[in-house]
């Protein structure tokens, strides 16, 4: 990696005219990465159940694909979900694994679109910020939660590179695949297209208007025919053409090709989904919540953004798509505070600019090492052994304040006391702090300051890849169905998987081998997680009032203190289908172990309980044909 990484450093044409060995050595590093990414968003994705906004989603296209009388259809928020979920259920039926599957080779698409910008960014740069979008704990989350809002990023990035081609080449087919993108962006990705849409724009204009007139080292006159180009360029707009391409592209793609002429009536729900999000908040979120989930699970990229721009400003640079990064970050920062209805999802209007501004940072740092005239040469693996001693001094520091934080939270009360506190942690924590200053000065002293910051800089890097990977895939598969996960904060649990089984094992063995024909009555939401379990269930009804369930084969009613009247015998079995935790009673001395490992004093309660009621005749294994 450290060659590939070079290369583009140095030079980004070179690797293109250094021979096949380097491009092999690219290509093996990207198929690398493709298949690590790959398996990380396919392992164990259908053991994590469909979280409520997911199994509204896939209910709306499966209840299209395999219609039930009687049940009225579900207006999705999203129509290229929509539109993905009914193709992916066509194919391959219904599932966990079906409902994501589309997203997921998307976020991978969306991995590797640095490699669109290559020639732009550099090989070095387009291949550090894919290894930052493969590791990134939101990213990856989201890619595992069937979210809208890797469509939009996907929009954008195609989006982008389409506009660039069209201001290389002039050709009228780029500008309409960017009228397309913007299009696809705003009415049928993520309800919050059309703030994303308007992020980006903002940021193109700042970044231009604040970019010095020496773009790049050019000269006035090159300065002023780019700018007369792009002025040529958007006179020559071939508007006609794209409003109707657009217009047909969201039409086909709204409508399943015409098939489903009512798929058009979610883009109007998803611009109201957008309105309503104004000023109305998501249930259970707090304020600032993408800021908040930004800072929670990739706090070492907005240090590493922050410490980027004030670095490449500095040195003096500070290029246009820098600026353009740091000002699309600075208006997601301003979207994720004032828009009410945005979710953790919404964090990737942070997290994309940062990376993209720190990839420029980490080429920046590995460039070759100038001799000073003061200090003389600085050995070439000075600042490789800077770094590893980094990582492992911050290792140590996480390992001890791991443990530190479990004894904090054993301690008797809220109030710390000597004896509460794990006194060897709290050495070896004060010890590795030590470590890391009194070592940062003796760096300094023998190799410069420079060359300490990027060694150190590289180490935390390096860190923070490792960390992310692991608290991502925690939180996306390990912790999903714990409430005290952030991303979570109202968490599925399991046993929605193993209420579906239940009732597939109950109707098989009545119906000798027919598993969904049974009659099912639940009093449950008809576009939640219970409904999703039930999908295949051909003779469904959702009922409002617990009478209209007397005397029924199978029962699906929320628990009860009270066994309810029925109208006769019932055996009934309990499943827990969320679990809740607001963390208002989280005291400061449990933050270090919440926050490293999710551990708590106040565990999670069920939120929402449904219990399963079988017919007395049912649950005794009467046949089917002799039921009266």
Not at 34 to 51: G, N, Q, S, Y
Not at 599 to 610: A, G, I, N
């Amino acid at each position: 990696m450290a060659s590939i990484v070079n290369t583009g450093a140095i030079n980004p044409s070179s690797a293109r005219s250094t021979g096949r060995a380097v491009f092999s050595m690219e290509t093996v590093a990207y198929a690398l990465l493709i298949v690590f990414a790959i398996v990380l968003r396919l392992a164990e994705v259908d053991t994590v159940p469909l979280r409520e906004y997911e199994a509204r989603q896939a209910l709306a296209a499966w209840r299209v694909v395999q219609p039930i009388p009687g049940l009225e259809p579900i207006a999705p928020q999203s129509s290229l979900l929509f539109t993905g979920h009914v193709i992916a259920f066509t194919l391959l039926g219904a599932s966990e694994f079906s409902a994501r599957l589309l997203t997921i080779l998307a976020s991978v698409a969306l991995l590797l679109s640095p490699l669109l910008f290559r020639n732009v960014l550099g090989v070095g740069r387009a291949f550090v910020l894919a290894l930052l979008l493969v590791v990134s704990p939101i990213l990856l989350i989201s890619s595992r939660t069937d979210s809208a809002m890797i469509w939009s990023a996907l929009s954008v990035v195609l989006g982008l590179w389409a506009a660039h081609r069209y201001l290389l080449t002039g050709r009228k087919s780029w500008a309409v695949l960017v009228a397309v993108c913007l299009m696809v962006l705003i009415l049928l990705t993520d309800p919050t297209g059309v703030l994303t849409a308007l992020i980006v724009l903002l940021a193109g204009y700042v970044a231009w208007q604040f970019t010095p007139k020496e773009i790049d080292d050019l000269p006035d006159e090159q300065v002023e025919a780019l700018s007369m180009k792009i002025e040529e360029r958007l006179r020559s707009w071939p508007r006609l053409e794209s409003a109707i391409i657009s217009l047909l592209v969201i039409v086909l793609l709204s409508t399943l090709v015409l098939i489903y002429p009512a798929g058009l009536n979610v883009i109007g729900e998803s611009l109201s989904v957008f309105v309503r999000g104004l000023t109305t908040g998501q249930p259970g979120l707090p304020a600032l919540f993408p800021i908040l989930t930004t800072l929670f699970y990739e706090p070492w990229l907005v240090l590493l953004g922050l410490v980027a721009w004030f670095w490449l400003g500095q040195a003096g640079r500070i290029t246009w798509i820098d600026r353009f990064a740091g000002a699309t970050a600075f208006f997601g920062l301003v979207a994720g505070a004032f828009y009410r209805g945005a979710g953790a999802d919404h964090a990737l209007w942070l997290i994309l600019p940062l990376a993209l501004l720190v990839s420029h940072l980490v080429i920046v740092l590995l460039e070759e090492l100038v001799p000073d005239p003061v200090w003389g040469e600085v050995p070439p693996w000075s600042r490789a052994l800077i770094a590893l001693v980094a990582f492992f001094l911050l290792a140590m520091l996480s390992i001890h304040l791991q443990s530190l934080g479990r004894s904090l939270l054993q301690a008797p009360d809220t109030i710390l006391q000597p004896g509460s506190v794990n006194a060897v942690s709290l050495v070896w924590v004060v010890i590795t702090l030590l470590f890391m200053v009194i070592g940062g000065f003796l760096a300094a002293s023998v190799w410069r300051v420079p060359v300490t910051m990027r060694g150190a800089l590289l180490g935390l890097m390096a860190f923070g890849l490792l960390t992310s990977l692991g608290s991502g895939w925690r939180a996306a598969v390990y912790t999903s169905a714990n409430a005290t996960e952030w991303w979570n904060r109202e968490a599925v649990s399991p046993e929605v998987h193993l209420l579906r089984q239940t009732l597939i094992e109950v109707s098989t063995r009545e119906t000798g081998g027919e598993p969904t024909v049974l009659p099912v009555v639940a009093l449950v939401p008809p576009d939640g997680e219970v409904a999703w379990a039930l999908r295949e269930v051909q003779d469904i009804r959702f009922i409002n009032d617990i009478s209209e369930a007397r005397s029924q084969e199978i029962v699906i009613l929320p628990e009860t203190l009270e066994p309810p009247d029925l109208g006769g015998p019932y055996v009934g079995k309990t499943f827990t289908i969320r679990q809740a935790w607001e963390g208002s009673g989280l005291q400061p001395i449990e933050f270090v172990a919440w926050y490293l490992q999710r551990r708590v004093r106040e565990v999670p309660l069920p939120s929402e309980r449904v219990v399963l009621w079988l017919r007395q005749d049912i649950y005794d294994g009467v046949p089917f044909q002799t039921q009266p």
